[in-house]
């Protein structure tokens, strides 16, 4: 499944739209570096990575929590 999902609480008060279900919090990841390891011209994910830099890691101090990183202890 790609693309747009639509989900709502059970009274319908609330509808949240989401992207890409089958994507987890790292896959993107995955895929940028896969990429550029392979050679292939392609662009940095945008708003993906603190200031949009590949070489930060996405759960250092500053980054953005949430959808971006789960810090742990």
Known sequence: MAGPM??????GRQIFVIGHPEYDKYTLDAEYRRDVAAGREIHVPVNY?????????RCSAGAPT???CTPTG
């Open 49 to 57: 990575y603190p200031d949009d830099d590949p070489s930060r890691d």
């Open 6 to 11: 639509l989900l709502s609480t059970e009274s």
């Open 66 to 68: 949430g959808i971006y």
